[in-house]
């Protein structure tokens, strides 16, 4: 390759949504010369690296997607009222190959490190094959739910079954007839135990949290409910960008406690016999992520669920939460009720831990040894911010993100950080808390504007003042303490892994409000920003 090869308008980080998308916009709309980079094999993100079986998107088929690609939805199949993985998967390399995105990707190519170069207003991105490239822009699609969580238990190294994290799941793994545990009950648990629970010799759940998790309700569409879909996307869509959560539920405001105790039930029954988390947090009643008191009604809804399904009531105790309803809302296909089979055992490892792991399998505190053929870990991610530490990234100064972030991750709206110009995150920390795809839309959109922006008015570097980041993490903590979620240990919050600071990772305003903002400093021409011009080869900041 040439010096003048390696040299483009804008890189991209990452190719599942975000990345995507970005590419297509920058590239198609603002034609500038895009390069993306993604360590994985195929597009997808997410969707490429989790394979594990009974992977499904809990948001609904028809809005886990990009509202913009409306050929696709009109050819692309739409089976089940909620996508699973490999139709995800599908979907997006779909978009791939209608958009001919893949020749601006290097796929098996990780970023190692991305420098910005203040003399030229230029960032300098070195890939783990030691090319080294350059753009004026720098897209961060990282994703936010993609740097995994091993869990560090001591001997795990040791183990000389199968042993596998569910986002780095490879493909024909056989689970069948074999003796496997599971550590991690969160949603991929959930999910991956459901799945295999039928087809495994013996599985063991090893279980450090209990969770509440609802029936998901997922069912064939009928042709008529997809002619709805298609006929009706204008209007469906409106009502997601007015919405706070993205999800395409009623929201309600409606008082937990302003109904009757049988009213209350009945209300939750229906949206049990329904399905859905999100649906069943904030489309029952408003306040169950807000009022302790409601929550607990929500919380025993769920208890007394657990018990009538849950034969065993030993079992059924142990599968009681401890925490608050304040986790990202879970759904399943049935998990309460894999626990009545004859193959499956529960282990509480958070009253009885895990002692150690070696050759042959997990050994408990109190002296059970547990003999396995395969060890899975759902045991998430480092979630937000994770793959930005990975990284080593330097903006004004040298500053290393690592350590600017030391104190827990900042950003303004999500998109941008003081001291890093001219670097767009897709996702980043303190962006919106709703269904993904309407938000990664958004933020794409708005990057794309800042870029056209710059261009247009031959402005080289374009940065959020700290002043502004500022206010925007304040703003993100007040919302946050409004709610209830700061207070159960969960990875919105950066509690699962050790040694992560626990502070506020996103902006719980909502899709509307936050899109609304977004506007208004699109509008105002980006002016509280720094912006910088290059005039007559002098610098001169034209707006601050
Ligand atoms: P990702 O899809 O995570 O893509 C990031 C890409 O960046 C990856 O391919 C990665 O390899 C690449 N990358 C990162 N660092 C580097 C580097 N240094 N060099 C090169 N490449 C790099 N969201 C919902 O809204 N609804 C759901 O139902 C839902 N279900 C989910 C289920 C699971 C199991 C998981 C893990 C997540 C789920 N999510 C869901 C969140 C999901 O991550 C987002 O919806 C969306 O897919 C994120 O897209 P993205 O492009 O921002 O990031
Ligand atoms: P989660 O929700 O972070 O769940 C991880 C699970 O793994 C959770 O039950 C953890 O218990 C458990 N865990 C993590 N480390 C350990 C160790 N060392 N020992 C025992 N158990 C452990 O990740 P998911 O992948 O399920 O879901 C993340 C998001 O992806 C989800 O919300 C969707 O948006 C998609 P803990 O609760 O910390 O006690």
Redesign the pocket.
Known sequence: MSMTDMNYDAIV???????LYAIKKLRDELNLSVRA????TEVG??????KYPG?L???ETHL?RYCWEKDLLQTFDIKNKYINGPDVFNYLKAVADKHDLRKNIEFN???NSAHFDELNNQWIVTTDKGDVFRARFLIT??????APNLPKIKGIENFKGELYHT?RWPEHVDVSEKRVAVIGTG??GVQVITSIAPKVKHLTVLQRSAQYTVPIGNSQLSEQEVKNIRDNYEKIWDHVWNSALGFGLNETDRPTFSVTPEERKAIFEDAWQKGGGFRFMFETFGDIATNMDANIEAQNFVKNKISEIVKDSETAQKLMPKDLYAKRPLCDSGYYAVFNRDNVTLEDVKSNPIQEITEKGVLLTDGKFIELDMLICATG?DAVDG?YI??DIRGRNSLEMKDYWKEGPSSYLGVTVANYPNMFM??GPNGPFT???PS?ETQVEWISDVIQYAQEHKIEAIEAPESEEKKWTQLCADIAAQTLFPKAESWIFGANIPGKKNTVYFYMGGLKEYRSVLTQVRLNNFSNFKLTAKLHSKESVVAL
Request: proline fraction near 2%.
């Open positions: 980080i990452g190719t599942g949504f975000g990345g980079f993604d360590k994985a993100g997410t969707w490429f690296w989790n992977a998107s809990d948001s886990y190519t990780g970023i699609a990282l994703g936010l739910l993609s986002s949603s991929t991610f793959n990975r990284m897709v996702l269904n993904l795809p990664i």
